[in-house]
C-alpha cells in the first residue's frame, strides 16, 4: 500500500457563513482515512498562505475546534484572500508546486467559486507536467449562486447561497414589522443587498413573503431599470398601501445620478464612494417622491455573509457533505473534478452529491434566469421561490453562547516548519 | 365594588424587539383583573390611534396572537408614531379625554422614552381638572437608553437597550471573523450604530470582546474626537494588527467634511444626506489612510432596533414585567408614575421592579457617563461592561419559524366602534 500523503486545503474569495462546513468536511474525511492522507495543513488566508509557506496544521487541532468550524461564520478558520494566481503568474504556480514538494503533499482541495476552480485545474495540470502526482479537487462556495451554468445542471445551488437566502428572507420579515407598525414619516426602506454581477441575492427577499402580502419591491441588476422607473414604482406603492419595502442591489444601475463630483475644483472623494442605497434614496427624497424625506436605507454590507446566525441548517449541512464528497472523490476519481450538489426532480427537495470537471465548471457561467424575473421587473416568480425555498431550511442554526457570546472555532497556530526560502507573490512583487 | 373600566394603551417613538412583551405584559395583567379591567384597546400607530378613534381590541384576539407578541420586534403588533402632543396642542388632550370618556376609558397605559411620560402626564392631570377619573401610568421604553438620570437612581436601563447591546456584540463577533480572516484588501471596516445624541449603543460593542483583544475601536459622539484623529487612531491599529474594526455613533461629528456640493451650482441632493459611515469610509480612504480602498462599511440602520433575531431574553423578560408593573401600579398607586427597573446592589445581577414619578422621568435627562469612556477616548471601561453585560442575556431568543419563516403575532383588525365625529390631528391640520 501506498504511502499516506499531505494534505493542503485552502479557501479562495468572499467569505460565508458555510465555507468552514466544507472545511470542516474535509478535515473530517481525511482523519477518517489515515491510510490514504497524511497531515492536513490548511492554506492560511488562502493560496497566499501556500505561497508564503504559512500552512496551519489542521490535524493537530483539537477536535473540539474543529466541530466548532460548523457554526464558525466568515474565513475565520483559516482565512481567504483574493489573491488570484493568474496564468501568467508562472512562478507563483512553480511555487505551489514547490511547497507542496516541500511538504510532502499529494491532495490540494481548493474551495471557491469559478475562478478557483480554473486555478486548481491548472495546478493540477502543472503538477502532471512536472511528473508529480497531485490530486487537485475543487469544492464549491459562493454566496452569490454564481458557480456553473445557467440550467443548473453542472450544479444546483452553491453552499453560502442558502445561508445569504435566509439572511434576505428573515431580514425581510424584521424590516416589514417596522415599516408597517411606523409612522408616516419614513414610508420607504431602501435595503441594499450584494451580488454586484447576478441576481440571487436580492431575488431571496421574496422569500419573506412568498405569498405576496407586503408592499415588497425587488430591483434586481438584471431589471433593466432605471432610477426614474422606480420612483414611479415606489410612488404607485405608496398610493396603494401607503408604504413601501424596497430591496435593491448593489449592482442596480444608477446611471450618471450615482457620480457626484467636488465643488472645490478637486476630486476630494472618489465619485464611485457613494453606495446604491445612498443614491436610490437621495433620488427617492429630493426628485423622485412627493414627500421629501420619505425613503431611508440599511446596508447590511459584509453582514450578509459572514453572520452566522442567519446560517441555514440545510446550508450547512450540504457545505459539509461537499467537503467530505471532494475528499471522496479524490480518492475514487482522482485529479481534476469539483464536487457539485444536483437537485433530484420531484416535489421532494432531495439532492445527490457527485462530481463535475473542473474545467467545464470553469468555462462555464451562470445568469439569472430570465423567466424567474416577473412581469412587472420588480419581483421574482414562484419558480424561484420554488427554487430557493428549501435551501433556507426550517430551523434555527445551534451557535453555543459561551459568557453571552457565540463560540466560534479557535483554531490553534500550529504551523509546518518552514522548509522553504521566503518567497514574495509575484503580485505583490513592486519591480 | 366599582365597575370594570376600559383600558388604552399605546406606544410611542421608534420601535425595539421588546416593545410588545411591555405590551403584552398590559394585556395579560389587566385580563388577570377582570373586575377592575374591561376590555384592553390598543391606539392604532400610537396616540394618533387614539385621537382618529382607531382602537383596536386587545381583549379579542386570540390567545396565541398575544402570547406571540413576545417574540415580535418593533410595532408590528399596534404600531406606533413620532406623533407628538405638544403643549400647546390643547385641542388634541382634549380630544383624547374625549375618546376616553367616549369609550369609558379609566386606564391609559403610555409605553415610550422621556417625552411620553411628559404626555402621559399632562393627560392625566386634564382628566383631573375635568372631573374625570383616568390613571395614566407609563412604560419605559428606547433602545438608546436615555430614558432617566445619569446616576441610574430612577431608571436602571430602559427596556429595547439589552437587545440592541446584544446587537453589537454578536454583529461585533461575526464581523471579526470576516475582517480577521478576509485579504489585506479590505483592512478596516467601520460600522454605524444608532444613538444619535447618546452613546450606550456604540459602547455595548465592547461585549462582542470584553477581554480586548480584537483591533475594535468605538466612537462614541461623546468622544470629542475629530475624523483626522480617527484616521491617526486607525493608522496606529493597521500598524499593530494590520486590520482594525471601527464602530461609529450615527452622531459622531465628521464636521464640514460631511457636507458636500454639487458641481452644477444647484443642490440635486441634500447635503446631509450622507451617512456617516460614508464619510468616514471616504475621508478614511482618500485623506486618512496610506492605502486607498482599504475601509469599506456597513450601516446595519433600523435593522438593529426591529430584528427580533437579536432579541435579549433578559430583556424579553424585563420588558413585559415592567408592562405587568404599569397595571399593578395603577390599580395600587394610581395616576401619575412610571414602572422601573432597579438593580439591586452585588455582584449578582438583581433588579426589582418600582414606580417613580412621571414628573420626575420627564424632568430628568441622563447622559453617557463620562467616566464610563476610556482615557484611549476610543473605548468603554470595564465598568460599563459590568453594567452591561447582564442585560444580553445568555441564550437565544426562542422564535417559532413556520415554513421556515418567523411567525410573528398577527392581530385581527378588530376595532372599536366609532362614537365620535372624525377628527384631524392638530399637526396635521393645513390652515
Not at 500523503?5 to 468572499?14: I, Y
Not at 455573509?305 to 467537503?323: C, F, P, T
Request: net charge negative.
Amino acid at each position: 500500500m501506498a504511502k499516506a500523503k499531505n494534505v493542503v486545503v485552502a479557501q479562495s474569495g468572499g467569505p460565508t457563513p458555510v465555507i468552514n462546513s466544507t472545511l470542516r468536511g474535509i478535515v473530517d474525511m481525511c482523519k477518517a482515512m489515515p491510510d490514504r492522507f497524511g497531515t492536513v495543513y490548511a492554506g492560511f488566508h488562502g493560496i497566499e498562505g501556500v505561497l508564503k509557506e504559512e500552512l496551519l496544521d489542521m490535524s493537530a487541532q483539537p477536535a473540539e475546534e474543529i466541530a466548532l468550524l460548523g457554526v464558525t461564520p466568515a474565513a475565520g478558520g483559516i482565512g481567504t484572500c483574493r489573491y488570484k494566481l493568474k496564468p501568467k503568474q508562472t512562478e507563483d504556480f512553480e511555487r505551489v508546486i514547490d511547497i507542496f514538494n516541500a511538504h510532502a503533499v499529494g491532495y490540494f482541495f481548493y474551495i471557491g467559486g469559478n475562478d478557483s476552480m480554473d486555478t486548481a485545474n491548472k495546478v493540477a495540470k502543472l503538477a502532471q507536467e512536472r511528473g508529480r502526482d497531485l490530486v487537485a479537487v475543487g469544492g464549491p462556495k459562493t454566496i452569490d449562486n454564481d458557480v456553473g451554468d445557467s440550467e443548473f445542471k453542472l450544479i444546483d445551488h452553491t453552499p453560502g447561497y442558502g445561508s445569504v437566502a435566509r439572511y434576505w428572507a428573515l431580514t425581510g420579515q424584521n424590516a416589514n414589522e417596522e415599516n408597517d407598525g411606523s409612522c408616516p414619516a419614513d414610508p420607504v426602506l431602501v435595503m441594499q443587498a450584494m451580488g454586484r454581477k447576478i441576481g440571487f441575492i436580492p431575488a431571496a427577499a421574496r422569500l419573506a413573503d412568498p405569498e405576496r402580502r407586503l408592499p415588497l419591491q425587488i430591483y434586481l441588476r438584471e431589471s433593466g431599470l432605471t432610477l426614474a422607473a422606480m420612483a414611479d414604482l415606489v410612488n404607485d406603492e405608496l398610493k396603494r398601501s401607503g408604504r413601501c419595502l424596497v430591496v435593491v442591489s448593489e449592482g442596480f444601475d444608477v446611471g450618471s445620478v450615482g457620480e457626484r463630483q467636488d465643488s472645490f475644483g478637486h476630486t476630494q472623494f472618489s465619485s464611485s464612494a457613494t453606495t446604491v442605497e445612498q443614491v436610490v434614496v437621495n433620488y427617492l427624497n429630493d426628485v423622485g417622491l412627493a414627500a421629501r424625506g420619505a425613503a431611508r436605507g440599511n446596508v447590511p454590507g459584509t453582514d450578509q455573509r459572514h453572520n452566522m446566525i442567519y446560517a441555514s441548517i440545510v446550508d450547512i449541512e450540504e457545505a459539509y457533505k461537499l467537503g467530505q464528497k471532494a475528499v471522496q472523490i479524490a480518492v475514487e476519481n482522482g485529479s481534476g473534478y469539483m464536487s457539485t450538489i444536483l437537485r433530484e426532480p420531484g416535489p421532494i427537495y432531495q439532492v445527490r452529491y457527485d462530481k463535475v470537471p473542473l474545467e467545464q465548471v470553469a468555462n462555464s457561467e451562470r445568469h439569472f434566469p430570465e423567466a424567474w424575473i416577473s412581469a412587472s421587473r420588480v419581483d421574482v416568480t414562484d419558480d424561484f421561490v420554488r427554487y430557493a425555498r428549501p435551501l433556507i431550511g426550517d430551523a434555527w442554526p445551534a451557535i453555543p453562547l459561551v459568557d453571552g457570546r457565540q463560540r466560534f472555532a479557535r483554531l490553534e497556530k500550529l504551523f509546518a516548519p518552514h522548509k522553504l526560502p521566503a518567497y514574495v507573490p509575484q503580485a505583490y512583487r513592486t519591480e
